[in-house]
């Protein structure tokens, strides 16, 4: 499969599926997962803080990690990778499905509805008690850990850390889009955290096409059907507009 061909595929695709993950935010400046940490937190690996062990542990020093982050995802703004999934779910409308693996915030930002978020949203914390979800409050006005509106407890960031399982009726959601999918876009993602990345597979196996858009070759570049080796923005321009 060639570029054209690429294009006409989405072009002409009645139910599209969409995986995104860190790289589609790099153009906002948020650094990717797999990048490495700046600062006070280069001595820690994300995995090292992401993890319920962790917070069990340290849990002040996972809160602060979050703020920080929490910080840099407020101050940052949707780039016009987000923007053009924005525009291609109005295309296609009930043909549409993105899942991320990012907890920024920026595809609702950008405007997309037809979305589930596969590993939580920082911008919010969960209830260790009741389980309530709430926004947290301005980033000047935060102080973690915050504490639950409804009964009072210590709220937990509300994120799907390594070792836990994803929310499942966000999981089959993705899993039944990328099965009856046309044409799976990749974008942005090293492909190594499942089940994220096996969606892609569920395309593949009923016979649909699946292009990634990474300016790097990944775990899944052998196997898919075509690779743009371009960033997010720059990729989907190309498939998108030409
Ligand atoms: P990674 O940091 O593993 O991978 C980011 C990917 O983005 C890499 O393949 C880069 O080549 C690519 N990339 C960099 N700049 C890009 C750009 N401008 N445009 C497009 N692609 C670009 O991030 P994820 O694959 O999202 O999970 O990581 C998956 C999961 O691993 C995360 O959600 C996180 C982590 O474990 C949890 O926290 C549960």
Known sequence: MNLSDARLALRDARRVAVLTGAGISAESGIPTFRDAQTG???????????????????????????????????????????????????????????????????????????LVELHGNLTTARCEVCAHIDALPAPADFVPPPVCSRCGGRMRPNIVWFSEFLPEQALEAASDAFTAADVALIIGT?????????????????????????????????????????????????????
């Open 190 to 242: 090293s492909g190594v955290v499942y089940p994220a990345a096996g969606l892609a597979f569920e395309t593949l196996e009923r016979g649909g096409t699946v292009i990634e858009i990474n300016p790097d070759e990944t775990d899944l570049t052998p196997r898919l059907s075509f690779s743009l080796r371009e960033t997010a923005s720059r990729g989907l321009a190309a498939l998108m507009d030409g």
């Open 40 to 114: 006070h937190w280069a001595r820690f690996k994300p995995e090292d803080l992401a993890s319920p062990d962790a917070y069990y542990r340290y849990p002040a020093l996972v809160w602060e990690w979050y703020a920080g982050r929490y910080r840099d995802v407020m101050a940052a703004t949707p780039n016009a990778g987000h923007e053009l999934l924005a525009r291609l779910e109005r295309e296609k409308g009930d043909g549409y499905f993105l899942a991320t693996q990012n907890v920024d915030g920026l595809h609702a930002r950008a405007g997309s509805e037809r």
